[in-house]
């Protein structure tokens, strides 16, 4: 039998593993420390190569928590009536790129539920008016499945990367996860679309959402290195009392960081977030991510008093140091695990250039 050490070097050489050595690894990490220490050496080590210690920051904008999906474990799904709904009027959101331009912000990420009261139209000027104002920003979307024309109109008026995670790569797990109306051929073909209009593409999944299994985990780290996304984004799943997976367990901080540490071993160049989600159910959860090999942070830029509104999640975080106002303090933190936040668009590159 392999040993997990092996497994990693394996991995670190060739950037996949077979999905049978993937379940070993994932599972077997669980009980070996030593193992799971050398994957986080390792994988720290290959995203010091890329980006020194730089960490990268992105201003999040949560301008709609309207959303016409109803995903099981979304707490801004269309059947949660106890939501309080909002969305930003265009000015809002230019007030909030303002603020977090002031702030050292380059790149703004707005993020929303799929809310067609904006019209293709009206997010095109929503997006043009930012491009013209902060041409030195870049621009993410993340504002789940439309057209393939939609995405380019928007690109065309400005927008650089688009976030959408493919949540589950097992169609069958996507349907336990989805009503029917929601199809998982849909969204991949979503993130092939985005690819080939050329944006800076992210995906990712949940750790530990409901029905979950490591041959499933294994299938997502598959697909990831089939599309070979710019972004990755991953976080554990944490229950919302008001949707269908109210009582289903959170998925663990721990597998969390080994499948960020897996995901740098595999996408040394790309762009991992220390997500929201890992710093609400473990304290130094932003920490430990960027140690674990994540390179970025995308603190909330949304206006403060919308922010306990966009609940995905119970007991989000989002006043503490990932508030955007509190820079200061999330560069302390970062400062005492030996990185420093940069202000730089930080877009993908691929290949040496990329060194800071
Ligand atoms: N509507 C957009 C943005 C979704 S919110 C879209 O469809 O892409 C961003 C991510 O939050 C989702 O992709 C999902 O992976 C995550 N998320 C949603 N509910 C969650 C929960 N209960 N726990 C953890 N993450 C959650």
């Known amino acids: 039998m392999q040993t ?20 070993t690894l994932l ?14 050496q390792e994988a720290q080590k290959t995203a010091l190569e890329h980006f020194g210690n730089a960490v990268y920051i992105r201003g999040l904008i949560e301008f709609t928590n309207f959303c016409r999906n109803d995903c099981f474990y979304c707490g801004i799904r269309k059947s949660n009536f106890e939501a309080v709904r ?15 331009y002031d702030l050292g912000f380059r790149t703004f990420v707005l993020q929303g539920g799929e809310d067609m009261s904006y019209s293709d139209q009206a997010m095109y000027e929503i997006i043009s008016t930012i491009r013209q104002a902060y041409p030195d920003c870049a621009i993410t979307l993340s504002a789940g499945e439309r057209d393939k024309e939609t995405y380019q ?3 065309d008026a400005g927008a650089n990367r688009y976030l959408l995670r493919h949540e589950t790569a097992d169609p069958e797990h ?7 109306r929601m199809r998982y051929e849909h969204r991949i073909q979503c993130l092939k679309d985005l690819k080939s209009i050329g944006y800076q593409t992210g995906t990712g999944f949940m750790i530990g959402s409901p029905f979950q299994t490591t041959a499933q985990l ?39 960081l080994h499948l960020i540490s897996i995901l740098r071993l595999m996408r040394p160049e790309a762009l991992i977030p ?49 508030a955007a106002e509190s820079i200061e303090k999330l560069k302390e933190k970062m400062s005492r695990i030996g990185y420093r936040i940069v ?14």
């Open 4 to 23: 997990l050490t092996l497994l990693i070097e394996k991995l670190k050489k060739n950037r996949i593993l077979s999905e049978t050595e993937f379940i």
């Open 27 to 40: 599972d077997g990490l669980k009980e070996d420390t030593k193992a799971a220490a050398m994957l986080q």
């Open 86 to 100: 909002y969305h930003l009027s265009k000015d809002a959101i230019m007030e909030c790129c303002r603020i977090g």
């Open 153 to 155: 109109l928007w690109f």
């Open 174 to 180: 996507y349907r336990k996860l989805h009503p029917p």
């Open 218 to 256: 294994a299938q997502d780290l598959k697909f990831i290195h089939e599309l070979q996304p710019e972004m990755i984004g991953i976080g554990p799943f944490i229950p919302h009392v008001d949707t269908p997976f109210k009582n289903q367990p959170a998925g663990s901080a721990e597998r969390t």
């Open 274 to 322: 220390s997500t929201t989600a890992l710093g609400t159910i473990h304290p130094e959860g932003r920490e430990l991510g960027i140690l674990a090999g994540a390179n970025v942070v995308m603190p909330n830029l949304s206006p403060l008093d919308v922010r306990k509104n966009y609940l995905l999640y119970n007991d989000k975080i989002c006043t503490g140091e990932e």
């Open 343 to 356: 202000t730089d668009r930080g877009d993908y590159r691929k290949g040496d250039d990329c060194h800071v």
